[in-house]
């Protein structure tokens, strides 16, 4: 069973049509990276996956269960995914609090624990009571995945997560990210318009262009042997729409 399996998926805005996909599936304990260039429907195309929005026709099935067009997972089934935006919208108050947000919406009781661990894990231990709007870009990020992880999400949804970063923080980022498949087996889907931290962090990449996806494949094939001339082109770092 893969997590997510979709057919014949399209949304529509008014008059157009922003993506299209026939088909795509999200495997379990995957990093799947979408790559493709800004406004190719990436971020639509995760916003569909998360249900902050449905979908105008098509079936996504998550974890088994089929989510048809306009509908909604139960609650219980939503919980088991978060997602990450690409511009983090912090609460006022401490790192601490932002990041054990989610445990008090959920009234989860003796979670200390598991917060201090998270702020560890992402470096931000001694920022942990320092207010969360104050802190650089990078640390902000890191603030934003704490607050997803700390929840224990089987899937993590990540728009353009270090598209804003500088380059050590970028590095930073891809380093959690990679440990938290590894140490926790979460389901990631990543959408990127930077080849290359798709090539480094993903299992597999799809590639999309015009609200449709042009391949999908294991990472090293999509890059080294890709099927599809829009594709090569685009690895390549040429401009691509």
Do not use: C
């Amino acid at each position: 069973m893969n997590v997510f399996q979709i057919e014949g998926l399209t949304k529509v805005y008014g008059p157009r049509e922003v993506l299209r996909v026939d088909s795509l599936e999200v495997k379990w304990g995957e990093i799947l990276g979408i790559m493709g260039p800004s406004g190719s429907g990436k971020s639509t195309l995760l916003r569909l996956l998360n249900f902050l929005e449905p979908s105008t026709e098509g079936t996504i099935r998550f974890l088994g269960k089929a989510i048809p067009d306009n509908g909604s997972p139960p609650l219980d089934l939503r919980r088991k995914i978060t997602m990450v935006f690409q511009r983090p919208v912090l609460l006022s108050g401490t790192v601490r609090e932002n990041v054990a947000y989610g445990l008090r919406l959920r009234k989860e009781k003796g979670t200390d624990g598991r917060v201090e661990e998270i702020l560890r894990w992402v470096g931000l231990e001694e920022l942990a009571s320092a207010p969360a709007r104050t802190l650089s870009g990078g640390e902000q990020q890191r603030v934003a995945l704490a607050r997803a992880m700390v929840i224990e999400p089987e899937v993590l949804l990540l728009d353009e997560p270090t598209a804003n970063l500088d380059p050590y923080n970028v590095s930073l980022m891809e380093e959690i990210i990679a440990s938290i498949r590894e140490q926790r087996g979460t389901t990631i889907v990543l959408v990127t318009h930077n080849v290359f931290q798709a090539r480094r962090l993903s299992d597999r990449v799809a590639f999309i262009l015009g609200g449709r996806i042009i391949e999908v494949g294991k990472t090293e094939g999509v890059f080294t042997e890709p099927r599809d001339p829009r594709t090569a082109a685009f690895v390549r770092g040429e401009m691509v729409y």
